[in-house]
Structure formats: C-alpha cells, structure tokens
C-alpha cells in the first residue's frame, strides 16, 4: 500500500522564482495538510484542503497557494521565493471524521533550497 | 492560542537507559494528544496517541499518558536502543479535523 508521495525530493531555486510541489495522499484519505519545516524546528501548518477547497490555513503570507485535484492529490505554489523559504516541506494526508483522532501520514519531504 | 512545548534536546543517553521526554500543551477545548517521530531522511511518523484524559498511548516499548490536571503528555520509555535515535515531536489536535499543532521537537541520541 502506497503511502504518501511527494515530488521532487531536492530542488534548488532563486529569489524571486516560483515553486510547485506535489503530493499524492494515501490510498483512502481525503484531506491533505502541508507543512514547512525549518531546519531544527517543528512542522509549522501551511494550509489543508478536503473536498477540493482550503478549509484551514496558517500563518503564511499570500505567496503560499495550493490546490486540491478530484482525485485527492495536492499542490503547493509559492511565489516570489525568499531565502527565508528554504526548508523541508512536507505533505500529510488524513481521513476527514467528525470524531476521533486525526491521524496524519506524512510523506518524506520536498527540501527546496533558495539561493 | 493552542500551543505545544517540549524539552529542548538533544538528549543523549546509553542503551537500556529510562528515557522521559517532557512535552506540555495549552489548549481550549479536550484535543487529541500525539507523539510524532522522525528517523534521519525520513518524513513523520505516528508513534503513539491519546484522544481523552488518563488515556495512556503506547507502542513499540514507548508510552504517555494524557494529564489534563497538569496538561502534559510526557513520553516514556523503560530501556531505549540505539535504533530510537531520533528526533520526538509532541502534538496535539482538536477533534474534527483541525490543524495539527507540533512542538519543536527533541533530538534522541543513544550510544551503544
């Protein structure tokens, strides 16, 4: 059972450029979260999307879009890249209840690097 | 706002030795408790969760038990090896789907 992907491991861009970065979820979830870690700090929450639509979003400026395909899959857009967005961004995905826990699966990671 | 805070590490210690990470949390409301963790060049992993006070998670050797009176969830593990080396983030989340909240994470070295 595949779990969840995310391409492309390592990319390297420059200020100013544009990002897009991929996740497909686990087989049989519905939502997808992402996150940016920095190096040494805890996942910080960018946004997540159910039923093709941004439910929830963090503290992240407008450069940060993503979008929600008919098939679960997902993708992060940041515009207009600054330095300060290199990090690890991570993909989790999860299947929407209205009770319990809500368990996320996490895929390995885009490391975008900008220089 | 709900929030999350953990012992700074790294933390080192010997094989078979008692392992307690701290993690404390703020929050409205009674969220799921969970602890994360992630092994060099891998993404996060569920290592254990508690949904409701005095529920105790455990898996593979590893337990916490979600405190409401004190607002903790510390992580426990009896005799760590060196195959527990790394990084344990606690987080929490209130029921429903809403945002996972981490911490900042503590580094786990153990030495042979």
């Known amino acids: 059972d595949a779990g969840v992907t995310q391409s492309p491991t390592h990319l390297i861009k420059t200020r100013g450029q544009q990002v897009t970065l991929r996740c497909s979820p686990k087989?049989?979830?519905?939502?997808v979260s992402w996150y940016q870690q920095a190096l040494g700090q805890g996942p910080q929450f960018i946004f997540q999307?159910?039923?093709?639509?941004?439910?929830q979003r963090g503290n992240f400026p407008d450069r940060f879009s993503g979008h929600q395909f008919p098939n679960y899959s997902s993708e992060l857009n940041v515009n207009a890249l600054l330095l300060g967005d290199s990090a690890l961004y991570l993909c989790?995905?999860?299947?929407?209840?209205?009770?319990?826990?809500?368990?996320?699966?996490f895929g390995a990671g885009s490391r975008l690097t900008v220089l | 706002g709900n929030s999350v805070t953990q012992m700074e590490g790294p933390v080192t210690l010997s094989e078979e030795a008692f392992l307690t990470i701290n993690c404390t949390y703020t929050?409205?409301?009674?969220?799921?408790l969970f602890w994360y963790v992630q092994y060099p060049g891998e993404g996060l992993q569920l290592l254990l969760k508690a949904t409701k006070a005095d529920d105790k998670g455990s898996n593979k050797g590893f337990e916490a038990t979600y405190r409401k009176e004190t607002t903790s969830f510390h992580l426990e593990k009896g005799s760590v090896q060196v195959s527990d080396s790394a990084v344990y983030f606690c987080a929490l989340s209130r029921t429903g789907g809403f945002k996972t909240i981490f911490g900042a994470g503590t580094r786990l070295f153990v030495k042979a």
């Open positions: 999307y159910y039923e093709e639509e941004e439910r």
């Open positions: 989790a995905s999860s299947l929407r209840t209205g009770t319990g826990a809500n368990v996320l699966t």
């Open positions: 929050a409205t409301g009674y969220p799921s």
């Open positions: 087989s049989g979830h519905d939502t």
